[in-house]
Nanobody, 121 residues
Framework: QLQLVESGGGLVQPGGSLRLSCAASGFSLDYYAIGWFRQAPGKEREGVSCISSSGWRTNYADSVKGRFTISRDNAKNTVYLQMNSLKPEDTAVYYC??????????????WGKGTLVTVSS
C-alpha cells in the first residue's frame, strides 16, 4: 500500500537531458525529505540529491552539481530529478527514497524499486 514508484528512465545520448519522477501512493510526502540515489554497475549505491519536506533546502553530490536539479510538487505527491548534460558515468539505476526526518535524507525509510538510466552514444 505504501510505495514509491520511479519513472522516466531510459536511453539518452551524452549531453542530453532526462527527467525522473518519483510518485508516492498510500501516503503523503508532505512531511518527508526526498532523496535520489543511484547505483552504477559494479559500484556501491551513492546519494545523488536530497530535498527537504518544504523544498527550501536541497543538496547535491559533487558529481552532479550544476547539472541536476531536484524539485517537488506536494500537490501531486511527486518529486522530480531534472538531469542535464548527462555523462556516460551517470549510467545507473536511480532510486528515490522518503525520509521522515524531513530535513535530510540520512534516514530514509521508504524506497522505490528504481528506474534505469543509460547514457550512451
Amino acid at each position: 500500500q505504501l510505495q514509491l514508484v520511479e519513472s522516466g528512465g531510459g536511453l539518452v545520448q551524452p549531453g542530453g537531458s532526462l527527467r525522473l519522477s518519483c510518485a508516492a501512493s498510500g501516503f503523503s510526502l508532505d512531511y518527508y525529505a526526498i532523496g535520489w540515489f543511484r547505483q552504477a554497475p559494479g559500484k556501491e549505491r551513492e546519494g545523488v540529491s536530497c530535498i527537504s519536506s518544504s523544498g527550501w533546502r536541497t543538496n547535491y553530490a559533487d558529481s552532479v552539481k550544476g547539472r541536476f536539479t531536484i524539485s517537488r510538487d506536494n500537490a501531486k505527491n511527486t518529486v522530480y530529478l531534472q538531469m542535464n548534460s548527462l555523462k556516460p558515468e551517470d549510467t545507473a539505476v536511480y532510486y528515490c527514497a522518503a525520509d521522515p526526518y524531513g530535513s535530510s535524507c540520512e534516514t530514509s525509510t521508504y524506497w522505490g524499486k528504481g528506474t534505469l538510466v543509460t547514457v550512451s552514444s
